[in-house]
């Protein structure tokens, strides 16, 4: 990533969640996910519920773990071809 431009700080951010995630390697609890990613959870869970609607991760109901979601996969999709 470049230093000298300028970026919006809330994606780079939200992107520290992503990385992290992919990273792991497999899905994660809340507090273990944004602890690794250097915030509260609390600053985590609003990236989280954003990305959720984008489809970039995604929530499984009954374990409450976070994953990568169907768009996420669709994007490394298309960056493989």
Same mark, same amino acid.
């Given at each position: 990533?470049? *230093?000298?431009?300028? %970026? $919006?700080?809330? $994606?780079?951010?939200?992107?520290? !969640? !992503?990385?992290? =995630?992919?990273?792991? %390697? #497999?899905?994660m609890m809340? *507090?273990? +996910?944004?602890?690794?990613?250097?915030? @509260?959870?609390?600053?985590?869970?609003p990236? !989280?519920?954003?990305?959720? *609607?984008?489809g +970039? $991760?995604?929530?499984?109901?009954?374990s409450?773990?976070? *994953? =990568? %979601? @169907?768009?996420? +996969?669709?994007?490394? !999709?298309? #960056? +493989?071809?």
């Open positions: 990533m470049e *230093k000298d431009r300028r %970026g $919006i700080q809330s $994606i780079e951010v939200g992107g520290s !969640l !992503l990385q992290t =995630l992919v990273r792991h %390697g #497999a899905p809340l *507090k273990d +996910l944004a602890g690794e990613a250097g915030m @509260p959870a609390a600053k985590a869970h990236y !989280l519920v954003s990305f959720g *609607k984008l +970039l $991760i995604e929530q499984d109901a009954g409450g773990l976070y *994953k =990568l %979601g @169907p768009f996420a +996969l669709q994007m490394g !999709l298309v #960056a +493989l071809h």
